[in-house]
């Protein structure tokens, strides 16, 4: 019997010499107040202390890994967030073998992926922006050979809480090639990319003359082809997707005649000290979504593609005031009419050597960038039933930005940034609003490091816009007293505002300890309420005044 135990034990001490288990904690909580000039609305304000709290553990085992996330929104979900996140539950499960060897890589239960740039299909999470739309059911992957690899999945989409799912079964497969490894040539990569995304949803829940037209099974298709020579990349990929149910504000209105494509382009060239990229874009009716009731909701449920804005994302809290989203979704019927975007993006740096005239001693660093984003011209037909537009025809301007930065490093313990942004944007196509606002933006910082781990850095921002809520200034002073405990105040003041109670210091002050990987954060002040975007992607925040509390760590 000892001798038993004794190759029990070995064996169990074995097994967990060869395996890992990973855990990651994340939990946001806020306590909102009323002050004199923010106050909650009577909905918001039945539960002021709110939190999202995230458990995450994965077991690895040889080729093995098992993993599930526990979500907790306790009493309720962050203002903003879905109502759908509620209370405390499993988020996500799942069991994945990947052997990479023989080129098998297996993923049963809650999975992530995404074909190509995601224009077709990407499912992903990002909890800043309350986006969980992983696919639960199978993933499967296979290569052959290093040529070539297929892949394909099948299940329904997260829409909630974990297994909330959707109505609708989604599949698709996807087929990666290299083309330059299969005619063995060696001077260049080129690969091809065909992929095919699938639904499968009832579509009774909706009014009757509606249904005769709609299609239980909706396909979508891309190509793309991926380039890289010497310095230059270029990428270009194309999507179509067929015809599908007319919705707007989450609400079926039709049939919609037209089909969906979107076309894109992205073309590089770096060497050292400078680069170039270029992207183009070209959406018309691009809205995917797994339930059709679902379409252009607020809270990006079910969204089963990712098209994000392509302009450059800015770091400074004025220079995000103007943001644009893009604009994808067909509109037939709102106040101003759309079927999609066509423009496009640019971001050129450049190195000032050190010991040249505009390099100095240490080297200056140039940034310019800039996109330009508009309608596509369209013309009402089928007695307004449709919008029709040629394919490079471009409508009603909504949005442009150009941007110059400099960074410049002074001593080793001394760098500054300065930036200059000019904005154009129409916000009758992008908000629905009224207003085409133009605006001037200037931001500065500087970072000061001494005493081996300490440091202060200082920054300034003015905003000058002709219409809305017109001029901004805002600074913050952040100290570190070394690589763990730093300590922060900042203020946004809409001080040029027509309505002289809207003229409201954003003030915050916070401080934060960071060891290793485990981060704690608190901060006290006001929200500025409008679009909270990250990766091109956006949701809408309430204005709101109190504490916050962050807590993240891993092991």
Request: charged share 20%; aromatic share 14%.
């Amino acid at each position: 019997m000892k001798n038993k135990l004794a190759v029990l034990g070995f064996c169990i001490f074995g097994l967990a010499a060869q395996a890992q288990i990973k855990v990651g904690l994340e939990s946001n909580s806020q306590w909102y107040i009323d002050d004199k000039k923010i106050k909650l609305g009577e909905q918001e304000a039945e539960e002021r202390f709110r939190s999202n709290s995230y458990l995450k553990l994965d077991y690895d085992y040889k080729n093995w890994t098992f993993g599930a996330q526990l979500e907790g929104y306790m009493p309720k979900a962050i203002l903003n967030y879905s109502p759908d996140y509620d209370k405390v539950d499993l988020g996500n499960v799942f069991a994945r073998y990947n052997n990479v060897e023989q080129g098998i890589d297996v993923t049963a239960g809650h999975f992530y992926e995404q074909y190509g740039s995601g224009m077709l299909f990407r499912a992903w999470e990002d909890r800043q922006i309350g986006i969980n739309n992983a696919i639960f059911g199978i993933n499967a992957k296979f290569a052959p050979s290093k040529y070539i690899q297929f892949g394909g999945f099948a299940g329904k989409q997260r829409v909630g809480m974990g297994f909330d799912l959707s109505k609708a079964i989604i599949f698709g497969s996807n087929v990666e090639v290299s083309i330059s490894e299969l005619a063995r040539v060696s001077a260049f990569d080129l690969n091809l990319g065909l992929s095919y995304v699938g639904k499968v949803e009832d579509h009774f829940d909706y009014p009757e003359e509606y249904n005769q037209d709609l299609n239980k099974l909706q396909n979508a298709f891309s190509t793309r082809l991926d380039l890289e020579y010497g310095n230059f990349h270029a990428e270009l990929e194309y999507v179509i997707k067929q015809r599908d149910a007319l919705v707007e504000s989450s609400t079926v209105l039709g049939y919609n005649r037209q089909e969906g494509n979107a076309a894109l382009i992205n073309l590089g060239y770096s060497k050292k000290g400078m680069g170039l990229n270029v992207s183009l874009r070209r959406v018309e009716n691009m809205a995917f979504y797994s339930e059709r009731g679902l379409t252009g909701n607020i809270y990006n449920q079910g969204i089963l593609n990712y098209v994000p804005a392509l302009t450059k994302q800015y770091d400074y809290s004025l220079q995000n005031i103007y943001v644009y989203q893009s604009q994808y979704l067909l509109n037939l019927y709102s106040l101003e009419p759309k079927l999609g975007e066509i423009g496009g993006q640019f971001d050129f740096y450049y190195n000032f050597e050190k010991g040249t005239l505009l390099g100095g001693e240490y080297g200056t660093n140039l940034v310019l960038n800039g996109s330009y984003w508009a309608g596509l011209k369209a013309e009402v037909i089928d007695e307004g039933e449709a919008l029709k537009t040629d394919f490079l025809d471009f409508g009603d301007k909504y949005y442009h930005d150009l941007g110059v930065e400099v960074r410049k490093k002074w001593s080793p313990s001394w760098s500054s940034m300065f930036m200059y942004l000019n904005q154009y944007y129409n916000s009758a196509f992008i908000e629905q609003k009224v207003d085409i606002v133009k605006s001037h933006i200037v931001s500065a910082e500087t970072t000061y490091q001494f005493m081996d781990n300490k440091s202060i850095r200082l920054e300034a921002q003015h905003l000058w816009a002709d219409k809305e809520k017109k001029n901004w200034v805002a600074g913050t002073v952040e100290f570190a007293f070394n690589s763990n405990w730093s300590v922060f105040g900042s203020d946004m003041y809409n001080y040029g505002n027509d309505d002289s109670e809207k003229r409201i210091h954003y003030y915050n002050a916070g401080i934060s300890f960071t060891k290793g990987t485990t981060r704690v954060a608190t901060s006290y002040g006001r929200q500025r309420g409008g679009l909270l975007c990250v990766g091109g992607v956006c949701r809408m925040v309430s204005e709101a005044a109190g504490l916050t509390v962050g807590i993240s760590t891993s092991f």
